[in-house]
């Protein structure tokens, strides 16, 4: 996972040209499958010239659009191994078998909206000739073309389809549910888990229960995506699950109101005085989870709390503002994280805001090789304040920010658009956080009581 910010893809000029282009179309009185053809070029060159243009525009580094709109036009060889693409001088070719059937002047390096419109016009003549391309689905053909540009760019930078950054959203702002997670099993759809302050909670479902229909239809048959299709929906509206319990004779018919969830990214546990906190991932409620966690620590532990277990290990991050805010909650004042890159808007500084939710009790935090990103920002600012004492192993060293751009088909590029740095300044990018107690396999400190003794 990455640090995420958000903005629209749609550009105004862009739009006002497709509009021409289609109204023209319009007026030429085609047949159906003429007017198909118009339309599969309108979404071409919408989806082709803005990702250019945003590329262009925000991804961290300069780069060549014209090096990255070739090297997207020749994956097609992955559909059709007869095609290939050769730039040549003031040429860009689309051959067929070794032979050159379309030639294109290519634009300047720079020129993004020009080289997104050769690009949809390299795949409609490659469309004409190729069968195989023919009959490859829209979504399938931006793929393997939004593949090849941005592995020319870093390796957090991608291009997810419209299904994939449907659940992409999903996970990080929410959807309509009823907040279980499920296994497709030969006995039914098992529950997994249960999430706390959901409408499933709320219904008495509980883990290890089997579904064996939604809405008085057998789940038999049906693949964990259909299934969760059919559990997902609009809020405020009514499933009826018939479910198998180990211990009930008979199945129950569990009526249960979706409601908005958002996937769970924090849990608590008491041990001994101590509040254990393990934060999973960051999504739109992370802050507010581990808020709500806090103050049950505090109900459960009271007078008797001695301080807090922060584990991000193994979190692979998220959203950006959802670490500024869970710094936040322990901190009084002082710089979180500040942000850098190309595009001026890049230029962030994020600042503490008074209020220590914990007190000031002692924290600890907990990180390893696979904390990334938004737990690196966490533990870097809790630890550069002197708030928390950081044991663990080097983080992954993830220090750039991502921003997601939501495509004219509904799918979603992900591009790399600045560095992050700590509020002592270094950059944590391919260095990560080093622990104040490393208890590594190659550090002497790996067993408890050594560690205690160096706290």
């Known amino acids: 996972m990455k640090f995420y910010r958000f903005r629209s893809g749609k550009k105004p000029a862009v739009a006002a040209g497709l509009l021409v282009f289609l109204v023209l179309h319009g007026c030429a009185g085609s047949d159906n499958a003429t007017d198909a053809v118009g339309e599969a070029y309108a979404s071409d060159r919408a989806m082709f010239v803005n990702g250019y243009e945003d590329i262009e525009a925000v991804y961290i580094d300069p780069v060549d659009v014209g090096a990255l709109a070739v090297a997207g036009l020749q994956q097609l060889a992955t559909i059709d191994p007869a095609i290939s693409v050769e730039r040549e001088g003031g040429k860009v070719n689309l051959l067929i078998r070794g032979q050159t059937v379309r030639s294109f002047d290519a634009p300047l390096h720079n020129q993004a909206t020009?080289?997104?419109?050769?690009?949809?016009?390299?795949?409609?003549?490659?469309?004409?000739?190729?069968?195989?391309?023919?009959?490859?689905?829209?979504?399938?053909?931006?793929?393997?073309?939004?593949?090849?540009?941005?592995?020319?760019?870093?390796?957090?930078?991608?291009?997810?389809?419209?299904?994939?950054?449907?659940?992409?959203?999903?996970?990080?702002?929410?959807?309509g549910g009823i907040g279980v997670t499920i296994a497709v099993e030969k006995e039914g759809v098992r529950i997994l888990k249960v999430m706390h302050y959901t409408p499933a909670e709320r219904a008495g479902l509980k883990a290890d229960d089997y579904i064996i229909a939604i809405d008085g239809m057998p789940v038999t048959g049906l693949s964990q995506q259909e299934v969760i299709g059919k559990l997902r929906?609009?809020?405020?509206?009514?499933?009826?699950?018939?479910?198998?319990?180990?211990?009930?004779?008979?199945?129950?018919?569990?009526?249960?109101?979706?409601?908005?969830?958002?996937?769970?990214?924090?849990?608590?546990?008491?041990?001994?005085?101590?509040?254990?906190?393990?934060?999973?991932?960051?999504?739109?409620?992370?802050?507010?989870?581990?808020?709500?966690?806090?103050?049950?620590a505090a109900e459960e532990i009271g007078p008797?709390?001695?301080?807090?277990?922060i584990d991000l290990r193994g979190n692979p991050g998220g959203l950006l503002d959802q670490a500024v805010a869970v710094a936040d909650l322990f901190l009084d004042g002082g710089r979180i994280v500040s942000t850098r890159g190309r595009h001026p808007d890049s230029h962030q500084y994020y600042e503490a805001t008074p209020g220590d939710i914990a007190d000031g009790k002692p924290i600890v935090v907990l990180i390893n090789g696979s904390s990334a990103s938004a737990?690196?920002?966490?533990?870097?600012?809790?630890?550069?304040?002197?708030?928390?004492?950081?044991?663990?192993?080097?983080?992954?060293?993830?220090?750039?920010?991502?921003?997601?751009?939501?495509?004219?088909?509904?799918?979603?590029?992900?591009?790399?658009?600045?560095?992050?740095?700590?509020?002592?300044?270094?950059?944590?990018?391919?260095?990560?956080?080093?622990?104040?107690?490393?208890?590594?396999?190659?550090?002497?400190?790996?067993?408890?009581?050594?560690?205690?003794?160096?706290?």
């Open 114 to 175: 020009l080289w997104g419109v050769l690009t949809a016009n390299a795949l409609s003549a490659a469309r004409d000739v190729s069968p195989a391309l023919a009959a490859t689905p829209d979504e399938d053909i931006y793929v393997t073309i939004f593949d090849g540009v941005v592995n020319r760019l870093d390796d957090f930078s991608r291009y997810a389809s419209a299904a994939e950054a449907a659940e992409n959203r999903a996970s990080r702002d929410g959807f």
């Open 233 to 296: 929906g609009a809020i405020d509206s009514r499933v009826m699950l018939t479910v198998r319990r180990t211990g009930q004779p008979e199945p129950m018919a569990i009526n249960v109101t979706r409601a908005h969830v958002v996937p769970e990214t924090v849990s608590y546990r008491r041990e001994g005085n101590v509040a254990y906190l393990r934060v999973f991932g960051f999504n739109r409620e992370t802050a507010n989870s581990l808020r709500r966690e806090i103050k049950a």
């Open 304 to 309: 008797e709390l001695a301080g807090y277990v």
């Open 375 to 455: 737990s690196e920002i966490v533990a870097a600012a809790l630890q550069d304040d002197g708030r928390a004492v950081v044991i663990g192993s080097n983080s992954y060293g993830k220090g750039t920010v991502q921003t997601v751009i939501r495509m004219p088909n509904d799918g979603e590029l992900t591009l790399t658009w600045a560095r992050f740095h700590a509020p002592s300044g270094y950059t944590l990018n391919h260095l990560g956080v080093l622990p104040t107690i490393c208890t590594s396999a190659g550090s002497a400190l790996t067993d408890s009581d050594r560690v205690l003794a160096d706290l």
